[in-house]
């Protein structure tokens, strides 16, 4: 959802009058709050130009920019990140131009631009590469198979996630390296490659497990849970236990909510567990699943 640890690698040091801001929208978003982060970020990167640092006002305008992408402002989070690029040119630093277009591809690839996500994110990956980024090469790699899943190339999108993967573990990023697990699952399970879709749902499984509560980690939970129902659904072999496995994942999702900001969170995955109910023809407990995701949200 948000943008990788790459970004604090490349942020400079020192108070600042955008800083407080800057830590304010990082604590906000870590808690779910994303519009409170929003506000936050983009105050930061009037406090930064307003004293013409250009590090700061970048990295405020990037997080800004994937934030308001997650709450679905594409124009918004195109403007910022177009002014990231100009303000990355001038700098002289590739690490922020590569950072932009990347971030660049994500909000294309959810506006449905594929030809222009497909430029966005393979430049940016010949530069990460070229810089010997491990981290964004990893991202990227897992950015560039969605948009090859959405054009149809599968197998090719399965090879950007497994190496996704691979990349993240080496630098030991788990939160990346669980998202390309399960992308890379729902790619081999629409290549009928049932047993490694299946295995990898299983790892992403087991990381999860022992991981500290967070707002990240309920996400995770709702997008494994999802992985099973679709392996459920196209392979009646591993129908009953990928849909039990599901409907436990959504359930400990659900209940992973500690604070107020964690509500939408907690709706998405009550309502998901009454999808999967409805497809078990558990009718009743649909209804009341149903119930609570339009109390929580």
Same mark, same amino acid.
């Given at each position: ?8 690698? /490349? ?21 779910? +709050? ?6 936050? $970020?983009?105050?930061?990167? =009037?406090?930064? #130009?307003?004293?013409? !640092? ?6 405020? /305008? ?15 989070? *195109?403007?910022?990140?177009? @002014? ?11 690490? $922020?131009?590569? /950072? ?12 449905? =631009? ?10 940016? @990956? ?14 990227? !790699? ?16 399965? +090879? ?21 697990? &399960?992308?890379?699952?729902? #790619? ?5 490659? *049932? ?7 299983? #790892?992403?499984?087991? @990381? ?23 392996? #459920? ?17 959504? =359930? =400990? ?27 078990? !023809? ?11 995701? &339009?109390?929580? +949200?």
């Amino acid at each position: 959802m948000l943008l990788c640890s790459a970004l604090y690698a /490349l942020a400079s040091a020192g108070q600042l009058p955008g800083d407080a801001l800057l830590e304010r929208g990082r604590s906000a978003a870590r808690q779910g +709050a994303l519009e409170e982060a929003l506000v936050a $970020w983009k105050e930061a990167a =009037q406090e930064y #130009a307003q004293i013409d !640092h250009r590090q700061g006002q970048i990295q405020a /305008l990037l997080h800004a920019a994937a934030v308001a992408r997650t709450l679905g402002h594409l124009n918004q989070s *195109f403007l910022h990140l177009e @002014l990231v690029l100009q303000l990355a040119h001038r700098t002289g630093e590739q690490q $922020w131009v590569t /950072l932009a277009l990347s971030e660049l591809g994500k909000t294309a690839l959810v506006n449905r =631009q594929f030809e222009q996500a497909t430029e966005y994110v393979t430049g940016a @990956l010949a530069m990460a590469q070229t810089q010997r980024h491990t981290v964004l090469t990893a991202s990227l !790699h897992n950015e560039l198979g969605l948009v090859r899943v959405l054009q149809g190339q599968l197998q090719d999108a399965l +090879a950007s996630f497994h190496e996704s993967a691979a990349l993240a573990e080496a630098a030991g990023f788990s939160a990346l390296r669980i998202r390309a697990l &399960i992308n890379g699952a729902g #790619a081999a399970i629409r290549l009928r490659q *049932f047993d490694e879709g299946e295995a990898a749902l299983n #790892a992403t499984d087991a @990381l999860l497990s022992g991981s500290p509560v967070s707002y990240e980690k309920a996400e995770a939970l709702i997008n494994l849970a999802l992985g099973y129902r679709h392996l #459920a659904l196209s392979h009646p072999t591993a129908r009953d236990r990928a849909l039990s496995r599901s409907a436990t994942l959504l =359930q =400990q999702a659900a209940n992973l909510t500690p604070l107020p900001e964690f509500d939408r969170i907690a709706s998405y995955a009550y309502g998901y567990l009454g999808q999967l109910y409805e497809t078990d !023809h558990r009718l009743e407990e649909a209804l009341i699943l149903t119930r609570r995701a &339009i109390f929580a +949200a």
